[in-house]
């Protein structure tokens, strides 16, 4: 259960977060809160529409950062909370991760799946060097930066064949079925 100061803490930051996206004409992006959880529902136009649903997890904030990730858009509501948000396959792809939305799908390590943005749990653990200052990440800012990450990568519908065989391989591996022309570029 949530302490009450950390209750308002999350109430006050969502309204922000929803009143900015207002502001700014966030038309891509729907937000839902379901306790200390935040769901943000990204849909890109490019090539065509294709929809991810970021989980905003805020149940160790703001002692410890946020743990953010991507669950099956396709999902009911009632089952986002209990979902993993580690498979890849509902990811952005960073074909340069620096570049291109720091999205990492493979990495070697206790977190092999994560957003490597100073705002994430899982970049603390590789980037031991830096601190975590909660005030510096206000959730919509985290939203903000979702949003301008998710347009630098690349959807699914885009991967090229070598990413394919890449995803194909990497997927063998940890047990996951690709359903048919996932990852091949085609429409």
Not at 30 to 52: D, G
Not at 105 to 115: C, M, N, S, V, Y
Request: proline share 8%.
């Amino acid at each position: 259960m949530l302490s009450a100061y950390q209750h308002a803490i999350i109430d006050e930051q969502y309204k922000e977060a929803l009143e900015r996206s207002k502001e700014e004409g966030w038309q891509d992006i729907s937000l839902n809160r379901h306790e200390s959880f935040i769901y943000a529902r990204f849909t890109t136009e490019l090539p065509k529409n294709y929809t991810y649903l970021c989980r905003i997890d805020m149940s160790r904030y703001p002692v410890d950062p946020y743990w953010i990730g991507f669950i099956n858009p396709d999902l009911p509501n009632s089952r986002w909370d209990t979902s993993s948000d580690c498979d890849q396959r509902f990811w952005p792809w960073s074909p340069m991760p620096g570049l291109h939305g720091s999205f990492i799908l493979a990495f070697q390590g206790p977190f092999r799946t994560f957003w490597c943005r100073d705002c994430n749990f899982p970049f603390f653990i590789y980037h031991s060097d830096h601190v975590w200052y909660p005030g510096s990440w206000r959730l919509s800012r985290v939203i903000a930066s979702l949003r301008d990450a998710i347009r630098k990568a690349e959807p699914p519908s885009r991967w090229r064949p070598l990413q394919r065989e890449t995803l194909v391989l990497i997927a063998g591996k940890m047990g996951f079925t690709l359903p048919d022309g996932a990852g091949s570029g085609a429409k």
